[in-house]
């Protein structure tokens, strides 16, 4: 069985990355909006069996649910990679082969994106790795674990090459693939002003060009 895993962080720690740029209410409303445009496309991908939300959000968890998606509540929050990590050995006491790990600040990313992610990992017919890096080469964006617990996580500054490598020092296949759509996150100042130039209109380009036009 293949998961797909969205873990979310409480909002209101979000995108500390902006701040400066966006006061605190507009950064949680950014990661609330974020977070339910990217459920919305995996809910509509095809070859995922299970979409789970990993959360300690109370509001977050009850959308979650009320789309169709299995929740892990989280007590606290160690960090994206432990959540990540917990939600991959729950998910495997429940029978997941393969497991999607994917962020929720990928504004262009699509369900025919999903799709193909799925698609990559080939059901779990084999072990090993699918590592879909960030658009400067460095972090990670999304990735693909057969079995679950393969490696473990290493999000952060460097997150694409930490990956690689514990698959090569395990003698587990890994692959890269470069989704576009998946590749794009927002973080930055810089990241803002590049995804309102393109001719793109959803939610979070509305909110952010609402943002930016009351500065």
């Known amino acids: 069985m293949i998961f797909a895993i969205l873990p979310v962080k409480?909002?209101?720690?979000?995108?500390?990355?902006?701040?400066?740029?966006?006061a605190v209410e507009q950064r949680e409303t950014l990661a609330r909006i974020l977070y339910r445009q990217t459920l919305a496309a995996l809910c509509q991908a095809q070859g995922i069996d299970r979409v789970v939300v990993a959360t300690s959000d109370v509001e977050i968890a009850h959308h979650a649910r009320s789309s169709g998606a299995l929740?892990?509540?989280e007590d606290q929050q160690v960090s994206h990679s432990v959540s990540a990590d917990a939600a991959c050995l729950r998910a495997m006491e429940m029978g997941a082969s393969t497991v999607l790990l994917v962020p929720i600040d990928v504004p262009t990313v699509t369900a025919s994106d999903f799709t193909e992610l799925a698609a990559s990992s080939n059901s779990g017919a084999r072990p090993g790795l699918i590592v879909v890096p960030s658009s400067d080469g460095t972090g990670t964006n999304a990735l693909v674990r057969t079995p679950p617990d393969c490696i473990q996580?290493?999000?952060?500054?460097?997150?694409f090459r930490a990956h690689l490598d514990q698959a090569l020092?395990?003698?587990l296949p890994a692959d890269v693939l470069r989704l576009p759509g998946l590749m794009f996150d927002?973080?930055?100042?810089e990241d803002v002003a590049e995804f309102l130039a393109q001719p793109r209109e959803c939610r979070v380009s509305s909110f952010?060009?609402?943002a930016c036009a009351s500065k």
């Not at 409480?10 to 966006?22: C, E, I, V, Y």
């Open 10 to 22: 409480s909002p209101q720690n979000a995108k500390q990355r902006l701040t400066g740029f966006l």
């Open 71 to 73: 929740v892990f509540e």
């Open 153 to 159: 996580s290493r999000f952060g500054p460097g997150s």
């Open 169 to 171: 020092s395990k003698g």
């Open 186 to 189: 927002i973080d930055t100042p």
């Open 208 to 210: 952010l060009r609402s």
